[in-house]
Nanobody, 120 residues
Framework: QVQLVESGGGLVQAGGSLRLSCAAS????????MGWFRQAPGKERDFVATITWNGSTRHADSVKGRFTISRDNAKNTVYLQMNSLKPDDTAVYYC??????????????WGQGTQVTVSS
């Protein structure tokens, strides 16, 4: 059974940093893309970043230069380093595994989400 478990969310002041982790279990995902999405209250679940099995990345314009996605294939884990956080970054953050892309339909497996709250 495939499981994705996110951790690292929390409450932080504007300008601060957080590092999210997502550990995958149940099978090896070293050949898949791994990504992060986020969903703010009352809004759609939006693309944040994605990374291929060999380290190519893509970030949404809204987070470019502030967030960095990375992965450790040996640990089946993907990370999201978030710096210079803004109140607009407040959302539930979800990790996902699938094929390379920025759409939700590109991903087959999803975590349960971790809350990130940025206070002004």
């Amino acid at each position: 059974q495939v499981q994705l478990v996110e951790s690292g969310g929390g409450l932080v002041q504007a300008g601060g940093s957080l590092r999210l982790s997502c550990a995958a279990s149940g099978r090896t995902f070293s050949s898949n893309a791994m990504g992060w999405f986020r969903q703010a209250p009352g809004k759609e679940r939006d693309f944040v970043a994605t990374i291929t099995w060999n380290g190519s990345t893509r970030h949404a314009d809204s987070v470019k230069g502030r967030f960095t996605i990375s992965r450790d294939n040996a640990k089946n884990t993907v990370y999201l380093q978030m710096n210079s956080l803004k109140p607009d970054d407040t959302a539930v953050y979800y990790c996902a595994v699938g094929r390379w892309g920025t759409r939700r339909v590109d991903y087959d497996y999803w975590g349960q989400g971790t809350q990130v709250t940025v206070s002004s």
